[in-house]
């Protein structure tokens, strides 16, 4: 068997490390994966985000070949491993894989665990190999312990190091955070990355936490029913939102129905000079709540009421009701202190505005119900 | 804590990691091969019987139904459900004596209530024909009080349903105490709490929300009382009872008529069947999710109730272990004093105690041995490759649970006759009836055991680099070891105490523990029974110490 560390075939610098190419995955009548392309590159981690159900972890199954695609292809390292007749087993594809419960072998001790896929590894530097893993990741002195008794982190750590000792060519994880405490999850994710950056690691892991996404991740896709949405840096996600759903699925947004005429987009918050507005129809405006800023005693042309303030520390959260009843969004610093009923002046920043028109009008209905959500 | 041991305290997987990857590739050819031929084979003695029993003449069943069909009919349902209420009585109040209250002792008497299940029914039967028998020790004692004679004293009558039903609770209630104890032990404490702060005193408690939360698992053991009384064979035969075993083993020994006897099983394997098929439709009724607070459930203090209650468990206690096992001590010691018993039981020769044992401890383990390797792909293609198909196989294979040893041993008797006259008479066949009785305990440790192992700790192997069989090796072997030796140890305890089959099959001059005390004990020798019983107690209490030490799986294992 090809060892795992066999990853010196040069590489071009611009052959992705991963490519799936219109990959699809069906379950029954169930289409998981639908020809879903994406390229990973050398040093890259990848967010694959999408809520649950979305085919993100059969996803990873496909890269890792605990699944088999039904079409389309699976490319590791310039080799085609899965798809059009090609099939390398899951063992040897030099994939290491973070589980989302590490799935660590409990009847091993730690140092066992770490050194379970080294067999190939020649014996006298696998000591060697054991104790660079332990002291990446902060584990030195633990050898001897069983997974019963380690902390939540503890394991997850393990099961970085079991995964990276014999220097796959790529890593997956699959929600490696979900099972970590709130206040561990943030530290532990940043010492992870760090991690990752300093072996220059090639990853793609899979989570339906947007910061998690954000935080963690050099480039992320957006995943829903199987199909890739956008593929991007999580900046360009949140400001330039290719599509209805990502806007939606990343962070707060506003909703605004408007009809488009001339270049402007008519709404209740008035006439909108939004970028791309160039069509003529109904559209959507998303206006997250950074976008909008109120107004002392200036009530503009169509008044907005305050219906509720939510201090959340660094700014308040208000609820704003139009006259249409749509009620939306709006972040302000606590400076600003507007209390429940004062009818409020705004201003928008139209530059960062983004228009989804309206392709079907039951897509209209059903994003008008999700108008004002967050 | 060995780590072995420890593995079993912690269980790191939630089953939603479990689920979401079954049944996501196809099984190797090999595995659906090994099990179709593993799961044909356990049903041979089924479809066989119901076979026979369907193909006979309408004449014949006539007869049956005119003469025997319908007092078996009344005496075995009698006898099932007055053992199978009185045991769950005995067990769910012993459970929560020791489970939940502060009666002293309770850490010793955990213990001692689940060991009557290393003595076998007709052994207890053979201590009590002695004791309150006709002519027993208790008759004796009372007319030298009162100077009357034996016959005139107002005695009940010993054997028939009332006997038979005595013996068989106080050996079989263990399986209700288990399961109801390992129930209470997991119980969610915070319902009680609530309850209480409802203004419910324990009692009440005890009524509207213990016991209902119960009633699964005291459904569970309650079935496995029913199934054992209809299989028993050893114990109403000394008590002279007719139920459907006995009326088999007296149609095909006395009479050798094949026929009413294969008639006769159908009928009892119907009658185990819509047992069956009764308690999978209360269970699925009845299930109640119970999400554990992880608080241990508070202990009942029983103030005035603790000696009396100290009493019931001492009283129990004495009836199952005490009185029968030492009884078999007294006579054991009495038998040395005598020269020509003492040589009968202790020397040795072709036929004495020493091959006696040697040939239940061998058979036994064989089989125990073969029930487990033949459970392993299958419940690997259950628990891995869930499908229709795996979970039929499944089922299939476990027919032996719906059929009592007679009616094994029977089925095996008339295929061998016809088809493999050479296998007749052969050792190898008592084996065969004990994998076929049995495998279905070794299914369900060895499928239990695999259900606890994610896929993923599999796939984390693979994706270190091992090939599927070395996954499977080095990374699931070791982790479901114990369930492996829960499940042998199980069928090793069951075949130890098996009777019937044993004395139908056994080859000329092949003798067992149980043959041998039951051939004693029915010719009321029991100065040479005595010593039998004793050695296949120890040798029952071993299995069955390992499996009570594995609190969590073992329990789960004996249902």
Not at chain 1, 114 to 120: A, E, H, I, Y
Request: glycine share 8%.
């Amino acid at each position: 068997m090809k060892s795992m560390e066999s990853d010196s075939e040069p590489v071009p610098a611009a052959e992705p490390v991963i490519a799936l190419r219109s990959l699809t995955k069906r379950f029954g009548s169930l289409t998981a994966v639908d020809s879903f392309d994406l390229e990973v590159s050398r040093g890259e981690i990848v967010g694959i985000l999408g809520p649950s159900g979305c085919g993100k972890t059969t996803t990873l199954r496909l890269i890792s070949g605990f699944e088999e695609p039904d079409s389309g292809s699976v490319w590791l390292n310039g080799q085609k491993v899965a798809g059009e007749g090609a099939w390398r087993p899951p063992e040897r594809r030099a994939v290491g894989i973070v589980f989302q419960d590490y799935a660590l072998f409990p009847h091993l001790n730690v140092a066992a665990n770490v050194s379970f896929g080294l067999q190939n590894v020649p014996r006298r530097e696998r000591k060697g190999r054991l104790s660079d893993m332990l002291d990446l990741v902060g584990l030195a002195g633990l050898e001897k312990r069983y997974p019963h008794q380690l902390s939540g982190g503890q394991r997850q750590r393990v099961a970085l190091a079991r995964a990276l000792a014999p220097l796959p060519v790529v890593l997956l994880l699959d929600e490696p955070f979900s099972n970590l405490d709130a206040e561990m999850r943030g530290e532990v994710r940043l010492e992870v990355r760090s991690i990752l950056k300093r072996l220059d690691a090639t990853a793609v892991f899979v989570t339906h936490d947007q910061e998690e996404a954000f935080v963690f991740a050099d480039r992320v896709a957006v995943m829903n029913d199987g199909r890739l949405e956008q593929v991007d840096r999580p900046e360009a996600l949140y400001n330039k939102p290719a599509t209805h759903f990502v806007a939606d699925f990343v962070g707060h947004g506003n909703f605004l129905p408007a009809t488009v005429a001339d270049g402007l987009a008519q709404t209740e918050l008035g006439a909108l000079r939004v970028p791309g507005a160039t069509t003529d129809g109904r559209a959507r405006i998303l206006v997250r709540p950074h976008d909008i800023a109120l107004i002392r005693g200036k009530p503009s042309d169509g008044s907005l009421v305050v219906r509720e303030r939510r201090f959340l520390g660094s700014e308040v959260e208000y609820v704003l009701e139009l006259p249409s009843g749509q009620q939306i969004i709006s972040h302000q610093p606590p400076e600003a202190s507007f209390q429940p009923g004062d009818a409020v002046g705004y201003t928008l920043r139209e530059e960062n505005l983004r228009l989804f028109a309206d392709q079907a009008s039951d897509s209209a209905a059903t994003a008008g119900g999700t108008g004002s959500s967050s | 804590m060995t780590a072995a041991r420890s593995t079993l305290a912690w269980d790191p997987w939630p089953s939603r990691v479990r689920t979401a990857v079954l049944g996501a590739r196809r099984p190797p050819i090999g595995l659906i091969v090994i099990s179709l031929a593993t799961a044909a084979f356990m049903m041979v003695p089924l479809v066989y019987v119901l076979y026979r029993g369907l193909s006979a003449d309408a004449e014949i069943w006539e007869r049956l139904w005119e003469t025997r069909l319908p007092e078996l009919f009344a005496n075995t349902v009698k006898l099932v459900t007055a053992v199978s209420l009185a045991a769950a009585v005995t067990g769910v109040a012993l459970a929560w004596l020791i489970v939940r209250t502060d009666l002293p002792g309770r850490a010793l008497f955990s213990w001692l209530a689940a060991m009557p299940l290393a003595v076998p029914p007709y052994v207890g039967a053979l201590t009590y024909i002695a004791l309150l028998g006709p002519g027993g020790y208790v008759e004796d004692w009372l007319s030298a009080i009162t100077g009357v004679e034996g016959r005139d004293l107002p005695m009940p009558e010993f054997f028939g349903l009332g006997g038979a039903t005595f013996v068989l609770v106080i050996f079989t209630y263990p399986y209700v105490y288990l399961l109801a104890a390992a129930a209470l032990r997991t119980s969610d404490r915070s319902l009680e709490e609530v309850a209480a702060a409802a203004g419910h005193g324990t009692l009440s408690t005890l009524r509207r929300i213990v016991l209902p939360l119960l009633t699964p698992a005291i459904g569970a053991g309650v079935l496995l009382v029913a199934l054992y009384t209809l299989a028993d064979f050893g114990e109403v035969s000394l008590m002279r009872y007719q139920t459907f075993t006995y009326a088999i083993y007296q149609q095909f020994t006395a009479r050798f008529d094949r026929s009413a006897a294969a008639m006769l099983s159908s009928v009892l394997v119907v009658l185990t069947i819509g047992l069956l098929w009764a308690q999978t439709l209360t269970q699925s009724r009845r299930r109640y999710h119970q999400t554990g607070s992880g608080k241990p459930p508070h202990t009942v203090r029983l103030g005035r109730w603790r000696y009396p209650a100290l009493a019931f468990v001492l009283l129990v206690l004495s009836l199952a272990l005490f009185i029968p096992i030492g009884l078999l001590v007294y006579w054991t010691i009495d038998g040395l004093t005598d020269s020509s018993t003492l040589n009968d039981v202790w020397s040795y020769s072709d036929d004495s105690i020493y091959v006696y044992a040697w040939n239940s401890l061998w058979t036994a383990a064989v089989a125990a041995t073969i029930a487990v390797l033949a459970a392993l792909p299958l419940a690997l293609l259950a628990t891995r490759f869930d499908s229709p198909l795996s979970r039929w196989l499944a089922r299939f294979a476990q027919a032996g649970y719906a059929l009592p040893g007679i009616v094994v041993a029977l089925s095996v008797i008339f295929l061998l006759n016809r088809y493999v006259d050479a296998l007749y008479g052969s050792t190898l066949v008592i084996v065969i009836a004990y994998v076929l009785l049995f495998y279905a305990q070794a299914h369900q440790a060895v499928a239990a055991s695999l259900a606890q192992v994610p896929p993923a700790v599999e796939e984390a192997a693979r994706s270190l680099g091992r090939r599927p069989e070395r996954a499977f090796v080095e990374a699931t072997l070791p982790l479901i070891l114990p369930g492996l030796v829960a499940g042998w140890a199980l069928v090793f305890l069951t075949a130890l105490k098996e009777l019937p089959a044993t004395l139908l099959l056994r080859p000329a001059g092949f003798d067992t523990l149980p043959v041998r005390i039951w051939i004693n004990s029915s010719e009321g020798i029991v100065t040479l029974a005595a010593p039998l019983a004793l050695v296949l107690i120890a040798c029952a209490s071993l299995p069955l110490y390992l499996l009570l030490r594995r609190t969590e799986l073992g329990f789960r294992v004996i249902t």
